[in-house]
């Protein structure tokens, strides 16, 4: 099945026409999607910036990523979830807009530049963990990092504005 028609076959799913026809289920989704992106992003920027040498400097980057960390895969799941179900709620036409593909591209460079993070600098975390100066190319990850996820915000919020009228 190709990929297109997986999209139309989605549409045609009972979720898919209750999401798209109920008064109640996209808004009560969406807010969700958008509450949690709160909590996500808030504890990224946080860990960001103390990648960066900008806050939480008093305490290790293993500290601080002890604490955040399951606040921040938790509100992904959450993300990522809604995400999903609000795109099935009408597949074919979020998949026609130019900004949801951008979104996804960055939201898989964004995963990408985490994996890379923790096959390479993370990994060795314990050898720099303790020096009064992060490295640079723990900063270079943390910038890349917060550039996606203000561009993966800014292009989900444009999805609307790129849907065809009603
Ligand atoms: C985890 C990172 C994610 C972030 C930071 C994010 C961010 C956003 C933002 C800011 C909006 C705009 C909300 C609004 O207009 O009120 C949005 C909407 C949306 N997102 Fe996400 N999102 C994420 C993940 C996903 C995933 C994984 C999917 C689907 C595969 C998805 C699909 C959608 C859809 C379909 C909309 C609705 C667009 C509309 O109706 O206007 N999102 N997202």
């Known amino acids: 099945m190709g990929f297109d028609r997986f999209l139309h076959w989605l549409s045609d799913t009972p979720f898919s026409v ?32 103390r990648l960066l040498d900008v806050a939480m400097r008093r305490w290790r980057v293993s500290q601080v990523f002890g604490q955040l960390n399951v606040g921040m895969f938790a509100g992904f799941a959450v993300m990522l979830v809604t995400g999903l179900l609000l795109f099935s709620g009408d597949p074919v ?11 996804m591209i960055m939201l898989a460079l964004a995963g990408v530049n985490v994996f890379l993070f923790n096959m390479t600098l993370g990994r060795r975390m314990a050898e720099w963990d303790q020096a009064p100066r992060t490295p640079v190319a723990v900063k270079a990850v943390a910038l890349v990092s917060l550039v996606l996820w203000v561009l993966i915000v800014s292009a989900g919020r444009a999805i609307a504005y790129d849907l065809p009228p009603p």
């Open 18 to 49: 209750t999401m798209r026809e109920s008064i109640w289920a996209e808004p009560i989704v969406e807010t969700v999607h958008v509450l949690t992106l709160t909590v996500f992003l808030g504890f990224v920027l946080l860990l960001d910036l």
């Open 93 to 103: 036409t979020f998949f026609s807009t130019i900004f949801f593909k951008l979104k």
